[in-house]
């Protein structure tokens, strides 16, 4: 399903296989095989590809194109990143609203991403469960349950689970994409 709407978007932004490849840094092939479903990128290729096509990471991720006002708290949507132990439930899905909210879930020695990211927007985080270094530009925060931290999303960060159970985090965060 990743690859079709990669195939998707790729289209839809009047992009080759070349363009798209040269954006992302990989190769064409790697693109292709993307596309065709034998492999799955990395998280942070599937950012890469995201931000190449100028779409949310979960437009990408989700199961449905479905945006809804109201969603009950058993029909969340849930996205998992291929190879890493993170999982988001979606509590405000409309890619087209000014925020999104969602509930994270990072296991246990796991990391949002191998390298700081930066973006445009900002991040509100509180940790439900568990602890987090959070890495902001050069500072490392340690969070714990019942703590949040605001964060421009402009300077590079990355989450990185140091607890001994999975870490469980509400994420606000302007606009929707990440």
Known sequence: ????????????????????????????????????????????????FAKSLKIPVFVLLSE????????????????????IDLKYEIISSDPNNQIGVMIGKLGVGQESSKEAQAHNGEECITILNGRMEIELGNTKYILEKDDSIYLSSLIPHRFVNIGDKSCVFLLVVTPPRF
């Open 64 to 83: 449905t194109e479905d945006n809804k006002q109201l969603i009950r708290g058993n029909e969340r949507q849930i996205i998992e990143f291929p190879k």
């Open 1 to 48: 399903m990743i690859g079709k709407k990669i195939r998707f978007y790729r289209k839809q932004n009047g992009m080759s296989i070349k363009d798209l490849a040269e954006k992302v840094t990989v190769s064409n092939s790697y693109v292709s095989q993307v596309e065709m479903g034998k492999i799955t990128p990395s998280v942070d290729n599937l950012r890469s």
